[in-house]
């Protein structure tokens, strides 16, 4: 049996765990799944700052690696988080291909989750990597109460993700770049000495920690044990997509993006500096933070001076 690891989560918050019905018409046919939820913070409490939505990354993690957001649990916000249908303790369906994991899955259940919860009079919403993806998306409907986006280590194009995914691969020692084209050349990118030379790229641009947190291990764990959204929207690496969302982009729709937005980043991110470019001239009156130490994980490579920005720019926005 799986134990939560909560190692993330400050010792002076309350945690409420539950489940949501989540409908999902599929090839005609009305089906019921689950999404797993987190609330830290009393929703319930009296009038005071909305609370906060946090979107994982994957697409197919599960929220565990964003268990620090807990610190913005404070003053009377409260912060949710929840695992994607598809992996964690929400409902898993490993038979399903790309027709089913779609991008507006997602969206329809994060608007499930809202609804369900009651959060349509006020809420942000923080997506980091992937979840940003979904977090404009979900901008993109005009969503009632959205208050503001905290665009977290993303891109408004996986193309142009990808590209510099590549580009930070190419810095890689050459014996690293020489095991990675072989297995995936060869199409054994489930070879343990793949997912070692993975690592490398991940230690450098993922999360430059020394010991990596109990809680971003577990989100990796949650991958393995179940890929099957991971491989199908994504591919077997951050930086070998061969999935459905490979040519997934925004960037001819960001102006209709109407809520006060903030973009954080890392220095060494796989989402690099030069990635915010498009969603900081394309969103209107967007701003952006960078992390001169971190790299896909800011709020736990500099995890006091990210709650300061984030916890301010909220509490600016409410």
Not at 164 to 188: F, K, Q, S, Y
Request: charged share 20%.
């Amino acid at each position: 049996m799986h134990t939560d690891d909560l190692s993330g989560l400050r010792p002076d918050t309350s945690t409420v765990e539950g489940e949501v019905e989540f409908p999902v018409v599929f090839q005609g046919v009305q089906e019921m799944h689950r999404t797993w939820y987190r609330i830290v913070g009393d929703l319930r409490g009296a009038p005071g700052p909305a609370p906060l939505i946090t979107l994982h990354g994957g697409p197919g993690a599960t929220h565990d690696y964003l268990l620090s957001m807990s610190d913005l649990a404070v003053g009377g916000r409260a912060v949710i988080f929840y695992d994607q249908i598809g992996n964690g303790r929400s409902s898993h369906l490993p038979d399903r291909g790309a027709d089913f994991w779609t991008v507006e899955l997602f969206v329809q259940e994060l608007q499930n989750l809202v609804r369900a919860l009651g959060l349509g009079s006020g809420h942000h919403v923080l997506g980091q990597s992937w979840g940003g993806f979904l977090a404009q998306e979900y901008a993109l409907t005009q969503p009632e109460g959205l208050r503001s986006l905290v665009l977290a280590d993303t891109a408004a194009s996986f193309p142009d993700f990808v590209a510099e995914c590549n580009r930070l691969r190419t810095l890689l020692p050459v014996d690293v770049d020489a095991t990675l084209r072989r297995h995936e050349e060869a199409g054994t990118t489930e070879s343990p000495e793949y997912a070692e030379a993975c690592q490398v790229f991940y230690r450098r641009h993922v999360c430059r920690l020394d010991e990596w947190p109990a809680e971003v291990d577990a989100a990796f764990g949650w991958i393995d044990r179940d890929p099957t959204v991971y491989h199908t929207m994504n591919g077997p690496s951050e930086f070998h997509v061969v999935g459905s969302i490979r040519d997934w982009q925004s960037k001819d729709r960001l102006s209709e993006i109407a809520v006060p937005t903030l973009l954080v980043s890392g220095a060494y991110d796989e989402a690099a500096p030069a990635l915010q470019q498009a969603l900081l001239a394309g969103i209107e009156g967007s701003r952006w933070t960078l992390f001169e130490q971190s790299s896909h994980m800011p709020h736990v490579e500099e995890r006091a001076r990210y709650m300061q920005v984030v916890g301010d720019w909220l509490t600016a926005q409410d």
